[in-house]
């Protein structure tokens, strides 16, 4: 199983940005596919990134093209979800997930990954 630490959370403006980074251990990373999810309060948790194992397909949101950018490095254990020109309305919990899975595919479905990290806050004010 795999233990999935997510950080670098905050209170933003809008039109900031950050970057979470997602530690994962117990596990063989560069097997995994990655992923990161939201769950705004009220609201169900939704999909927002993921990466494949390959590195070679990335998948988003719609919500969030051309401002967020998932990336991997495998040799620190570690998937990154940059965050540009933050909204208001991009405020949740963010949660990185993981899969066992080989090859080019990027789940985005929540139901697909085993293991999940326990959240960071982002919180972007007006």
């Known amino acids: 199983q795999v233990h999935l630490v997510e950080s670098g959370g905050g209170l933003v403006q809008a039109g900031d940005s950050l970057r979470l980074s997602c530690a994962a251990s117990?596990?063989?990373?560069?097997?995994?596919?990655m992923g990161w999810f939201r769950q705004a309060p009220g609201k169900e948790r939704e999909f927002v990134a993921a990466?494949?194992?390959?590195?070679?397909?990335?998948r988003y949101t719609d919500s969030v093209k051309d401002r967020f950018t998932i990336s991997r490095d495998d040799a620190r254990n570690t998937v990154y979800l940059q965050m540009n020109i933050l909204k208001p309305e991009d405020t949740a919990v963010y949660y990185c997930?993981?899969?066992?899975?080989?090859?080019?595919?990027?789940?985005?479905?929540?139901?697909?990954?085993?293991?999940w990290g326990q959240g960071t806050q982002v919180t972007v004010s007006s």
């Open positions: 997930a993981s899969r066992y899975f080989l090859g080019d595919y990027a789940p985005t479905s929540g139901s697909q990954y085993p293991d």
């Open positions: 117990g596990g063989t990373f560069s097997e995994y596919a």
């Open positions: 990466i494949s194992q390959s590195s070679r397909t990335t």
